[in-house]
């Protein structure tokens, strides 16, 4: 088994819910997985900080994204579009002087007579083409309703977080409404089943795709809490945004170990809120114990997560033209907030590490985010900082060393990293709790 099944095996393990941490970004990819437990699920979806919301934000990313509207927005709408159907229909108009149509002779007679039409005016019937069908309805309301959808997670997790498919998708079904033909055909606020039934049943085989997806679309609307959890179950169970980097798999795989450990070994329970890792300043997951409460941040700033002017480095580049940048985020950031003893801050920074120069790159990189941000430190002794890397990357071999205040741990060592979140968020120890040098 490689690096990358066992982390993903792990991942995927019907123990936690820690795939759906994955960043709804451009570095995952739709995958299947094995099924979650119901109970497990609910529990999850009950626990997101932003309540419905957030679980309508993930079954709306997983449903765009596992249930083929890439393929109907990038194969089959192009197609569709060469062969809308139309209908003749047959108008009374004014013309002149020029004529056009057929003249209705007895009728311009007598608007002249009455004086109601001009001498150089005529009534005339004409033919006009019209696209106002029943499946032309049908398409426009899906294309504007999965245009909608899209909008809705960009501004839940910002445009510049939006995986490229969805990007692609939304412009696909922008541009298509405003073709010519389709940007004459008015909007609907709901789709009849007439025009299902006409797209349904035409003869191309877009519209009927098309038919399809307005009935997925319609499935999400629904409001009851049946018709809700059926679909919960059905784009959740076992669909996941599968990183596809190495590098991204791993930090993911830290953050679900860390996790795991706060809540199992370190005995914190369960978190009592988790995060859409796309959103902005949301920790990944949020941990409640008596008189504390423990934040876990996955690639956020501590100068925006805790306030401005922390950070040294930003403090120099800022003072200087020409240099350019921004500041640097550690992997994971933990933020224990007591009622009695303060805050204290601590760091994990995940290192898919293949050789000893980039662990000893790593080292000196953690160095740099301890100097940088050592105002979130102040006054905090013992551990700040951990490197967690994969397994048989290096090997203890002494005395602790205990003045730098960084430790390194390895994959599958939970009990040394139990061991040292316990001291950097002074947790205390507990009977039979190794210490990190055991």
């Known amino acids: 088994m490689t690096k990358r099944d066992r982390w993903v095996n792990e991942l995927?393990?019907?123990?936690?819910?820690?795939?759906?941490?994955?960043?709804?970004?451009?570095?995952?990819?739709?995958?299947?997985?094995?099924?979650?437990?119901?109970?497990?699920?609910?529990?999850?979806?009950?626990?997101?900080?932003?309540?419905?919301?957030?679980?309508?934000?993930?079954?709306?990313?997983?449903?765009l994204l596992t249930q083929g509207y890439d393929v109907f927005a990038e194969r089959t709408l192009p197609k569709l579009l060469s062969v809308l159907a139309s209908r003749t229909e047959h108008l009374q108009e004014v013309v002149g002087p020029a004529l056009r149509g057929v003249v209705r002779?007895?009728?311009?007679?007598?608007?002249?007579?009455?004086?109601?039409?001009?001498?150089?005016?005529?009534?005339?019937?004409?033919?006009?083409?019209?696209?106002?069908?029943?499946?032309?309805?049908?398409?426009?309301?899906?294309?504007?309703?999965?245009?909608?959808?899209?909008?809705?997670?960009?501004?839940?997790l910002g445009t510049q977080r939006l995986h490229p498919k969805l990007g692609a998708i939304r412009e696909a079904c922008q541009g298509a409404l405003r073709n010519d033909a389709l940007s004459s055909v008015e909007a609907i606020r709901e789709v009849s089943p007439h025009m299902i039934h006409a797209a349904r049943h035409s003869r191309h085989a877009g519209y009927r795709a098309a038919a399809d997806l307005v009935r997925r679309r319609q499935r999400m609307h629904e409001k009851g809490k049946v018709s809700q959890w059926t679909l919960a179950l059905e784009l959740l169970r076992t669909n996941w945004l599968e990183p596809v980097d190495d590098d991204d798999l791993f930090e993911l795989f830290g953050l679900s170990t860390t996790l795991s450990v706060l809540a199992e070994d370190v005995g914190l329970g369960e978190p009592i809120h988790y995060g859409l890792l796309g959103s902005a300043l949301e920790p990944a997951a949020t941990f409640a114990i008596p008189d504390a409460v423990v934040k876990v941040y996955f690639n956020r700033t501590p100068q925006r997560l805790l306030g401005t002017g922390l950070s040294r480095y930003l403090g120099v580049i800022d003072t200087y033209a020409g240099i350019g940048g921004y500041d640097r985020r550690p992997d994971i950031l933990l933020r224990i907030e007591h009622a009695t003893k303060g805050a204290?801050?601590?760091?994990?920074?995940?290192?898919?590490?293949?050789?000893?120069?980039?662990?000893?790159?790593?080292?000196?990189?953690?160095?740099?985010?301890?100097?940088?941000?050592?105002?979130?430190?102040?006054?905090?002794?013992?551990?700040?900082?951990?490197?967690?890397?994969?397994?048989?990357?290096?090997?203890?071999?002494?005395?602790?060393?205990?003045?730098?205040?960084?430790?390194?741990?390895?994959?599958?060592?939970?009990?040394?990293?139990?061991?040292?979140?316990?001291?950097?968020?002074?947790?205390?120890?507990?009977?039979?709790?190794?210490?990190?040098?055991?």
């Open 12 to 63: 995927t393990s019907s123990r936690h819910v820690h795939r759906f941490l994955a960043r709804i970004g451009a570095s995952s990819a739709p995958r299947v997985a094995p099924a979650i437990p119901e109970n497990e699920l609910r529990e999850y979806l009950a626990s997101l900080k932003g309540g419905p919301d957030d679980a309508r934000i993930l079954l709306e990313v997983l449903e």
């Open 105 to 156: 002779w007895d009728l311009t007679k007598v608007g002249r007579a009455n004086r109601t039409l001009p001498s150089a005016k005529y009534i005339s019937n004409i033919q006009q083409r019209s696209y106002a069908t029943p499946e032309n309805q049908a398409l426009c309301w899906l294309l504007r309703d999965i245009e909608r959808a899209v909008v809705q997670i960009g501004r839940r």
């Open 344 to 438: 204290r801050t601590f760091i994990v920074e995940v290192k898919n590490a293949g050789t000893a120069a980039y662990m000893r790159e790593s080292v000196y990189k953690v160095f740099g985010y301890m100097w940088d941000y050592e105002a979130i430190f102040e006054g905090q002794a013992g551990r700040r900082a951990a490197i967690y890397v994969p397994e048989g990357m290096m090997t203890f071999s002494g005395v602790e060393e205990t003045a730098s205040g960084l430790v390194i741990v390895t994959e599958g060592d939970r009990a040394r990293l139990s061991a040292v979140l316990r001291e950097g968020l002074d947790l205390g120890t507990t009977a039979g709790a190794p210490s990190i040098s055991s």
